[in-house]
C-alpha cells in the first residue's frame, strides 16, 4: 500500500473520531505549551539581567567586603572597606578613571503626613559617571557639599512622584532619622535592579551619612557598603582589577584569605546566568513531563483503537494487507495526533510568551529553536509511543481477528 492511502485512511480514522483525537492530543498541547512558555520566559529573565547589568555603567568594577566564604558562612557583611581605601584606588591605580564609594542603609524618611522606609545611598559626585546616573532637575551633590557636611538630598523619581506629587520638590524639606534635609535634585528615571527599584532611592553626601546618620563604628575610617571603580577603558578592566586588588592586600596587610572581592560586571553577570539557566532547564523539564504523560495517552488511546478495531484489522489483512501496511497506518496516526498536538501547544506556548511580555517587564521574544525542539519532540514522542500499538495491530492473525469481531 502506497504512503498516501495510508496517510489518507489514518486521516479519516481520526477525523471520525474528533472528541477522542482533540482528548488524545491534549497532553501533547500542554506539554509543548508548557515548554515553550517556561523556556521563553528563562530565556526573558536572563535577557533582562544582562541588560540591567549593561545599565550599570561602562567598564564598572564593584569592591565589595569580605571574601566568598566569609560571606557563605556569616549572615552579617564584614566592614572591610573604608574611605581611605576608594581614596587610595583613585590616586595610586593608574588604569582607573573614576571612584564612587557608598554607604546604603534602609531609614525612616518624612515629609509632611507622608512617611516611607527608603534606601539611603551616601556618596560623592563620582557617582552620578561612575554609574550612568542622570539628574533630571536640580543638581546633584558636590564636593563642597561633601566638605561642609551639608544635610542636602537628591531624591529618585519615584520617591520625588510619591512625596511631592504636585509641588516642585526643589527647596523643599525632608526628615530623614529625624534629621532635616534640603532636596537639591531630582534623579532621572533609571528603573528596577535584580528586583530593586533605584529609583525609590535617596542621595545624600556621604560625609553627612557617616557623620550624622549610620555613625563611624571602624577604628580605621568611614566604613563602606562598597566601592565603584570605573576603568578608562575595557581592555584595562583586568588590569584594574590586579591593580585594585595588590592594593588594597598591601593596605589591609592580607598574608592569607583577601578580606574583599573585585568584580566585573561579566563576573556577576556569569553568576546570574548561571542561576537562570539553570531555572530555564529545571523549569523545562518539569513542563517536559508532560509530553511523556500526553504520550502515554497516545498510547492508551491507540491500544483502545487497536482492540476497537480489531474486525477491520481483520479484514484488511484478509484481502491482502501485509503486517507493514498495519503497521504503519496506525503509526500515521500516533504521529497525525501528535503533530497536531505539537502545533497546537506551539501556538499556544508562543500567546503566554507574548502576555508575559506585555504584563511584565521580561524581554520575552520567541525562540526558533525551542518551537522545532519542542515540535520535534511531540513527533518523536508519538511516534515513540506509538510502536507498540501499532506492532500489536500488525501482528493481529486474521481468522482470529475476524472470529473476535
Given at each position: 500500500?502506497?504512503?498516501?492511502?495510508?496517510?489518507?485512511?489514518?486521516?479519516?480514522?481520526?477525523?471520525?473520531?474528533?472528541?477522542?483525537?482533540g482528548?488524545?492530543?491534549?497532553?501533547?498541547?500542554?506539554?509543548?505549551?508548557?515548554?515553550?512558555?517556561?523556556?521563553?520566559?528563562?530565556?526573558?529573565?536572563?535577557?533582562?539581567?544582562?541588560?540591567?547589568?549593561?545599565?550599570?555603567?561602562?567598564?564598572?568594577?564593584?569592591?565589595?567586603?569580605?571574601?566568598?566564604?566569609?560571606?557563605?558562612?556569616?549572615?552579617?557583611?564584614?566592614?572591610t572597606?573604608?574611605?581611605?581605601?576608594?581614596?587610595?584606588?583613585?590616586?595610586?591605580?593608574?588604569?582607573?578613571?573614576?571612584?564612587?564609594?557608598?554607604?546604603?542603609?534602609?531609614?525612616?524618611?518624612?515629609?509632611?503626613?507622608?512617611?516611607?522606609?527608603?534606601?539611603?545611598?551616601?556618596?560623592?559626585?563620582?557617582f552620578?559617571?561612575?554609574?550612568?546616573?542622570?539628574?533630571?532637575?536640580?543638581?546633584?551633590?558636590?564636593?563642597?557639599?561633601?566638605?561642609?557636611?551639608?544635610?542636602?538630598?537628591?531624591?529618585?523619581?519615584?520617591?520625588?512622584?510619591?512625596?511631592?506629587?504636585?509641588?516642585?520638590?526643589?527647596?523643599?524639606r525632608?526628615?530623614?532619622?529625624?534629621?532635616?534635609?534640603?532636596?537639591?535634585g531630582?534623579?532621572q528615571?533609571?528603573?528596577?535592579?535584580?528586583?530593586?527599584?533605584?529609583?525609590?532611592?535617596?542621595?545624600?553626601?556621604?560625609?553627612?551619612?557617616?557623620?550624622?546618620?549610620?555613625?563611624?563604628?571602624?577604628?580605621?575610617?568611614?566604613?563602606?557598603?562598597?566601592?565603584?571603580?570605573?576603568?578608562?577603558?575595557?581592555?584595562?578592566?583586568?588590569?584594574?582589577?590586579?591593580?585594585?586588588?595588590?592594593?588594597?592586600?598591601?593596605?589591609?596587610?592580607?598574608?592569607?584569605?583577601?578580606?574583599?572581592?573585585?568584580?566585573?560586571?561579566?563576573?556577576?553577570?556569569?553568576?546570574?546566568?548561571?542561576?537562570?539557566?539553570?531555572?530555564?532547564?529545571?523549569?523545562?523539564?518539569?513542563?517536559?513531563?508532560?509530553?511523556?504523560?500526553?504520550?502515554?495517552?497516545?498510547?492508551?488511546?491507540?491500544?483502545?483503537?487497536?482492540?476497537?478495531?480489531?474486525?477491520?484489522?481483520?479484514?484488511?489483512?484478509?484481502?491482502?494487507?501485509?503486517?507493514?501496511?498495519?503497521?504503519?497506518?496506525?503509526?500515521?496516526?500516533?504521529?497525525?495526533?501528535?503533530?497536531?498536538g505539537?502545533?497546537?501547544?506551539?501556538?499556544?506556548g508562543?500567546?503566554?510568551?507574548?502576555i508575559?511580555g506585555?504584563?511584565?517587564?521580561?524581554?520575552?521574544?520567541?525562540?526558533?529553536?525551542?518551537?522545532?525542539?519542542?515540535?520535534?519532540t511531540?513527533?518523536?514522542?508519538?511516534?515513540?509511543?506509538?510502536?507498540?500499538?501499532?506492532?500489536?495491530?500488525?501482528?493481529?492473525?486474521?481468522?482470529?481477528?475476524?472470529?473476535?469481531?
Open positions: 500500500m502506497r504512503l498516501k492511502d495510508c496517510f489518507q485512511m489514518a486521516l479519516s480514522t481520526i477525523l471520525s473520531q474528533k472528541m477522542r483525537a482528548l488524545t492530543m491534549l497532553g501533547i498541547v500542554i506539554g509543548n505549551a508548557s515548554v515553550i512558555a517556561m523556556s521563553g520566559i528563562g530565556q526573558a529573565a536572563q535577557r533582562l539581567a544582562e541588560q540591567q547589568f549593561t545599565s550599570l555603567g561602562p567598564h564598572v568594577l564593584f569592591v565589595v567586603p569580605g571574601s566568598r566564604e566569609s560571606r557563605r558562612t556569616t549572615f552579617e557583611i564584614p566592614n572597606l573604608v574611605l581611605a581605601d576608594a581614596e587610595a584606588i583613585a590616586s595610586q591605580v593608574p588604569t582607573v578613571k573614576e571612584v564612587a564609594p557608598q554607604i546604603n542603609s534602609r531609614q525612616l524618611v518624612s515629609y509632611g503626613n507622608r512617611n516611607n522606609n527608603v534606601l539611603i545611598v551616601g556618596t560623592t559626585p563620582s552620578l559617571t561612575v554609574r550612568s546616573f542622570d539628574v533630571q532637575t536640580g543638581r546633584f551633590i558636590s564636593e563642597a557639599d561633601l566638605k561642609a557636611n551639608r544635610r542636602v538630598a537628591v531624591l529618585g523619581s519615584q520617591i520625588a512622584e510619591d512625596f511631592f506629587p504636585y509641588t516642585n520638590p526643589i527647596g523643599e525632608i526628615r530623614l532619622k529625624n534629621v532635616s534635609f534640603e532636596v537639591i531630582v534623579m528615571a533609571k528603573g528596577s535592579f535584580l528586583g530593586t527599584n533605584q529609583d525609590e532611592t535617596i542621595y545624600i553626601p556621604l560625609t553627612t551619612m557617616a557623620n550624622q546618620i549610620v555613625g563611624k563604628t571602624s577604628n580605621y575610617g568611614i566604613e563602606l557598603t562598597f566601592i565603584s571603580v570605573s576603568a578608562k577603558s575595557a581592555d584595562t578592566i583586568d588590569a584594574a582589577r590586579f591593580q585594585i586588588s595588590n592594593l588594597l592586600r598591601l593596605r589591609h596587610k592580607i598574608v592569607r584569605e583577601d578580606d574583599f572581592r573585585v568584580e566585573t560586571q561579566k563576573d556577576i553577570l556569569n553568576i546570574v546566568g548561571t542561576v537562570t539557566n539553570g531555572l530555564t532547564i529545571m523549569l523545562a523539564a518539569i513542563a517536559s513531563i508532560s509530553l511523556i504523560v500526553g504520550g502515554i495517552g497516545v498510547m492508551n488511546i491507540m491500544l483502545v483503537s487497536v482492540t476497537e478495531r480489531i474486525q477491520e484489522i481483520g479484514l484488511r489483512k484478509a484481502i491482502g494487507a501485509t503486517d507493514e501496511d498495519i503497521l504503519l497506518q496506525f503509526l500515521i496516526e500516533a504521529v497525525i495526533i501528535s503533530v497536531a505539537g502545533i497546537a501547544g506551539t501556538l499556544l508562543i500567546g503566554a510568551v507574548i508575559v506585555q504584563v511584565s517587564p521580561l524581554p520575552t521574544t520567541i525562540s526558533i529553536p525551542t518551537i522545532l525542539l519542542a515540535v520535534g511531540s513527533t518523536a514522542i508519538g511516534l515513540f509511543f506509538g510502536v507498540f500499538p501499532a506492532k500489536r495491530a500488525a501482528q493481529l492473525d486474521p481468522i482470529i481477528a475476524l472470529r473476535s469481531a
